[in-house]
């Protein structure tokens, strides 16, 4: 059987008008991107699941598009990224793992070969499970402005031998960031980090 | 101390198997969460320092109780992540207050060293909310055995005018991880990354 067998894909967006305090007079919008699919390992202890992680390159680029999209289509809006995992119980956190290599390069690529690091969490998860999703800006991780996260699922998944991968990409800072650091205009040594 | 601290929890991971495969050494993972009250809660204020300040109180005093109850010494952790719940009358901003400015500086001095960046998460949430910290290695954000993420819950907060802290180290990888990549013994700890 091929290894993806995508069941079900959710895109989820927010738009942030207001938090506490003055109106920030712009709107940061944040997307994510979930797709359930089949785990062929549940159930079993497979040595080697490299082979998944090739496979996942297309999905994973076509996940990053949708993700684009849901922000409005360009690619020089988004300014910070993550990604995560949940396995359900059938499976094992390193499934999970599987999703660290096809889904950072696909954003990385579209973005215009962005520098950071993908931030990442993953978990193993009932129906319904929630994860936070931890986000950063995408050149230099050490922007202090962009440090943010996103909580997300897919109501009924994973079941036990699903997976759900997700991306989640930004427009911008926090509402009314103000605990100084790294600005993205300083950003300088492009490492990655600073 | 600055923070005003309702409790202290510490929770360990102990991973002994995994899809059916014995793993040894087993897998550890220690998370320490205070809940503190937020001194800004129902107001808006442009000045976060105080927050700031907590942080860095926070950033030692977590690190140490993870230290304490992995029963290691500071050289023997592997990999740290962070994160905050903030309570329904406090700001996304003031999360971002706590983690960002200064609380890395205790982090890494308890721990002796770790010059990669410490993943975190951030959200709003009322009581019982959980959090998922990410979770990378202290000393070269790369390595891919160590990408992780640990979930934090204190029950019976955080209340509208608290903040939950939590930090989470760990004396180990993933369990049975086998994805190639960066591995630990090739970690040279230069530049953080690599």
Same mark, same amino acid.
């Given at each position: 059987m091929s290894l993806i067998e995508i069941r079900r894909i959710v895109t989820l967006t927010e738009e942030i008008m207001?938090?506490? %305090? +003055?109106? +920030? %007079?712009h709107v940061l919008k944040r997307a994510a991107v979930l797709a359930v699919l089949t785990n062929p390992y549940a159930g079993r202890y497979e040595a080697d699941i490299l082979p998944m992680m090739e496979a996942l390159k297309a999905p994973g680029l076509e996940m990053a598009k949708r993700c684009i999209a849901a922000l409005g %289509?360009?690619?020089?809006? /988004?300014?910070g990224y993550g990604k995560g995992a949940i396995v359900g119980e059938g499976g094992e956190l390193e499934h999970g793992a599987l999703w660290h290599v096809p889904g950072g390069y696909a954003m990385r690529g579209l973005l215009g070969d962005a520098k950071a690091i993908v931030p990442s969490t993953k978990k193993v998860g009932g129906p319904g499970a929630r994860l936070d999703v931890p986000i950063t800006h995408i050149n230099a991780?050490? /922007?202090?402005?962009?440090?943010d996260a996103m909580e997300v699922g897919v109501p009924g998944? +994973?079941?036990?031998d699903e997976l759900v991968f997700v991306l989640v990409m930004t427009t911008g800072a926090r509402i009314h960031e103000r605990v100084g650091g790294l600005k993205p205009s300083e950003i300088s040594v492009w490492d990655g980090q600073r | 101390m600055k923070a005003s601290i309702r409790k202290i929890t510490v929770q360990v991971e102990e991973t002994r198997v995994e899809m059916g495969e014995v793993v040894s050494p087993p897998t550890r993972c220690a998370v320490a969460c205070a809940v503190i009250a937020n001194p800004f809660a129902g107001r808006y204020a442009e000045d976060l320092t105080d927050l700031t300040e907590i942080g860095v109180e926070l950033g030692d005093l977590l690190t140490r109780r993870c230290l304490e109850a992995l029963g290691i010494r500071p050289e023997q952790a592997e990999s740290f992540g962070k994160a905050a719940i903030v309570g329904d009358g406090g700001e996304r901003e003031h999360a971002a207050a706590i983690l960002h400015p200064r609380m890395g500086a205790p982090v890494r001095a308890a721990l002796i060293r770790g010059p990669a960046l410490i993943p975190s998460a951030k959200k709003m949430g009322g009581i019982g909310t959980a959090i998922d910290v990410p979770l990378g290695h202290k000393d070269a954000a790369f390595v891919r055995s160590h990408f992780d993420a640990v979930e934090a819950r204190v029950s019976d907060a955080p209340r509208s005018g608290e903040i939950v802290v939590a930090i989470a180290i760990t004396?180990? $990888? =993933?369990?049975?991880? =086998?994805? $190639?990549?960066?591995?630990k013994h090739e970690i040279k700890g230069e530049d953080g990354l690599r």
């Open positions: 207001r938090e506490t %305090g +003055p109106a +920030p %007079g %289509g360009d690619a020089k809006a /988004v300014a991780s050490y /922007v202090r402005s962009h440090f998944h +994973p079941r036990a | 004396d180990s $990888g =993933r369990p049975l991880a =086998r994805l $190639g990549g960066l591995q």
